[in-house]
Antibody, heavy 116, light 110 residues
Framework: EVQLVESGGGLVQPGGSLRLSCAASGFIFSSSWMSWVRQAPGKGLEWVANIKQDGSDKYYVDSVKGRFTISRDNAKDSLHLQMNSLRAEDTAVYYC?????????WGQGALVTVSS | QSALTQPPSASGSPGQSVTISCAGTSSDIGGYNYVSWYQQHPGKAPKLMIYEVNKRPSGVPDRFSGSKSGNTASLTVSGLQAEDEADYYCSSFAGSDNRVFGGGTKLTVL
């Protein structure tokens, strides 16, 4: 059974940083594109970033370019999202997702709240 | 990186069929056969229902079907059941560096 478990969410002040992690199991992690998708409270889904199997290609939505960094550790079956210079509009549930285009499996999400 | 356009709401009675549209452009839906649909119940994570326009993952009932014509994709739910009441989102590949979602449609089973 595919499992994706996010951690690292919480409350952070504007301008602060946070690092999300995702522990993957139940599939061959090193063979899968991985993504982060977020959902602001009461709003729709927004693709944030994705990363190729070997980490050689990474892509981001315009609003987070230069502030967020996606990375992976295939030896530890883990995905990460380093978030810097956080803004109030980054407040959302962040989902770890298996897939780069077809988002096949989703974690339960980690809530990130940016507020003073 | 504009979002795809979905109607905010849709509804149908049990047993009926309902179709949800998802409008894009030639840069996303119209340019690729990588449209997917997701079901999200309140407080839950989204679930993949349709991928690559009209393919169903294992375990998804065949009451769910997808199609595409030009720049618009559609999700049809046939034989509506109470448990189909949820939010539905479409998504499309929009180039190697971009993925876009629709704003979501709240499906109500009357």
């Amino acid at each position: 059974e595919v499992q994706l478990v996010e951690s690292g969410g919480g409350l952070v002040q504007p301008g602060g940083s946070l690092r999300l992690s995702c522990a993957a199991s139940g599939f061959i992690f090193s063979s899968s594109w991985m993504s982060w998708v977020r959902q602001a409270p009461g709003k729709g889904l927004e693709w944030v970033a994705n990363i190729k199997q070997d980490g050689s290609d990474k892509y981001y939505v315009d609003s987070v370019k230069g502030r967020f960094t996606i990375s992976r550790d295939n030896a530890k079956d883990s995905l990460h999202l380093q978030m810097n210079s956080l803004r109030a509009e980054d407040t959302a549930v962040y989902y770890c997702v298996r897939g780069g285009t077809n988002f096949a499996h989703w974690g339960q999400g980690a809530l990130v709240t940016v507020s003073s | 990186q504009s979002a795809l356009t979905q109607p905010p709401s849709a509804s149908g009675s049990p047993g009926q069929s309902v179709t949800i549209s998802c409008a894009g452009t030639s840069s996303d839906i119209g340019g690729y056969n990588y449209v997917s649909w997701y079901q999200q119940h309140p407080g839950k994570a989204p679930k993949l229902m349709i991928y690559e326009v009209n393919k169903r993952p294992s375990g998804v009932p065949d009451r769910f079907s997808g199609s595409k014509s030009g720049n618009t994709a559609s999700l049809t739910v046939s034989g509506l059941q109470a448990e189909d009441e949820a939010d539905y989102y479409c998504s499309s590949f929009a180039g190697s560096d971009n993925r876009v979602f629709g704003g979501g449609t709240k499906l109500t089973v009357l």
